[in-house]
């Protein structure tokens, strides 16, 4: 079966870090771009990072400078590195792949239904005192 899963969440401190992976199974992760959502209870799920390329890369505002993406081909495995956690970052974070577009941007705009594969129930993180 073709899937992703997400691994890597816990409770941390605010101020804390984390390292989320996202890891493909029969799935080759560096032919594909690698979204992250999350989504906190009682809101809608929004989208926090992109990554297709050092070139196509989107990071939401409420997350930059603090979270970075980067993935590992040899481990099948992309990242979500999180810093500076504050508890408005709780939530079940959620990995997400598509196949690299030949032209254009495989990540700009795209939404959370417009991924190829998903993960499963994602991973929790909560960022409390």
């Known amino acids: 079966q073709l899937r992703l899963v997400e691994s890597g969440g816990g409770l941390v401190q605010p101020g804390g870090s984390l390292r989320l992976s996202c890891t493909g199974s029969?799935?080759?992760?560096?032919?594909?771009?690698i979204g992250w959502f999350r989504q906190a209870p009682g809101k809608e799920r929004e989208g926090v990072s992109c990554?297709?390329?050092?070139?196509?890369?989107t990071m939401s505002d409420s997350v930059k400078g603090r979270f970075t993406i980067s993935r590992d081909n040899a481990k099948n495995t992309a990242y979500l590195q999180m810093n500076n956690l504050k508890p408005e970052d709780t939530a079940v974070y959620y990995c997400?792949?598509?196949?690299?577009?030949?032209?254009?941007?495989?990540?700009?705009?795209?939404?959370?239904?417009?991924?190829?594969?998903?993960g499963g129930q994602g991973t929790q993180v909560t960022v409390s005192s």
């Open positions: 997400a792949a598509v196949i690299v577009l030949p032209v254009g941007s495989s990540c700009q705009g795209r939404r959370w239904n417009e991924y190829d594969y998903y």
């Open positions: 029969g799935i080759t992760l560096d032919r594909y771009a």
């Open positions: 990554y297709s390329s050092s070139t196509d890369s």
